[in-house]
């Protein structure tokens, strides 16, 4: 399985960024998905999983209400629309996959892939 990301960048607080995250390889259609960050020194942070065989989605309290997850199963790419950002929101962020792809998980170990992260920074 192979999961490239793409959006990432340098934004004004109160802005926007999208990133996106194509997945490959033969077992992946049936994966979870969900999106992850990274501060140095941290542990990985969960911020959003869709469940890949249907329509919902579940996000940390701390992104709720501005960022959101969708996907294009036929491309089999998962996005992360994020609006308002703060500077808070300045880390590393990684697209996850792995499980059973109706499950949203929320903690890092459920998944077995990682993208190489996008770095996202919010400028004050």
């Known amino acids: 399985v192979q999961l490239v990301e793409s959006g990432g960048g340098l934004v004004q607080a109160g802005g926007s960024l999208r990133l996106s995250c194509a997945a490959s390889?033969?077992?992946?259609?049936?994966?979870?998905r969900g999106w992850f960050r990274q501060a140095p020194g941290k542990e990985r942070e969960f911020v959003a999983a869709?469940?890949?065989?249907?329509?919902?989605?579940r996000y940390a309290d701390s992104v709720k209400g501005r960022f959101t997850i969708s996907k294009d199963n036929a491309k089999e790419t998962m996005y992360l629309e994020m609006t308002s950002l703060e500077p808070e929101d300045t880390t590393v962020y990684y697209c996850?996959?792995?499980?059973?792809?109706?499950?949203?998980?929320?903690?890092?170990?459920?998944?077995?892939?990682w993208g190489q992260g996008t770095q996202v920074t919010v400028s004050s």
């Open positions: 996850a996959a792995g499980g059973e792809g109706q499950i949203m998980y929320e903690t890092a170990r459920e998944y077995t892939d």
């Open positions: 390889g033969e077992t992946v259609r049936t994966y979870a």
């Open positions: 869709i469940a890949w065989f249907g329509t919902t989605a």
